[in-house]
């Protein structure tokens, strides 16, 4: 296959699972991009991470849940940081995104076990802007 018929073809792939429309500008943030800006998502149920469009809500491709926009600032966890990943539960349940913010705020916490003090201690963190959805606080076993 040429190279063109298969770009062409990869094209049309994206465009009918809704992550290109071609010749469309989608973004939000550049208009001089013709396609969207793509943002950090988080799957909780199987630890991953995607980049994926800023102007739809997404499913998982592997387990079917809705996986969640967690800020530019989110850096993609290994699968095997179990803890890491419920700290990050953690805090997206309790409204913190994972925006860049302001060096006047003191860091987030580097472990689970510091998150209820850290929350308590700095109830107007800057980066806590989303009211707390107590469903998504992960099983702390």
Known sequence: MAFNE????QME????????????????HHSFYPY???????????????????????????????????????KALKRSHREQWKKVQKLYA????F???????????ERLREVDRFVE???????QIAAPNRSLLPDEQ
């Open 6 to 9: 298969e770009k062409q073809r």
């Open 36 to 74: 969207p800006y793509l943002g950090a998502h988080a799957c909780f149920n199987c630890q991953k991470s995607f980049k994926l469009s800023y102007e739809k809500e997404h499913i998982c491709p592997d387990c079917g849940s809705k996986i969640y926009l967690m800020g530019r600032s989110f």
């Open 99 to 109: 925006h860049r913010y302001g060096e006047d705020y003191p860091p987030l916490p």
């Open 121 to 127: 201690q700095h109830p107007d963190h800057e980066l």
């Open 13 to 28: 792939i994206r465009g009918g699972i809704g992550n290109r429309k071609v010749g469309v500008s989608q973004s939000l």
């Open 94 to 97: 309790l409204g913190f995104r």
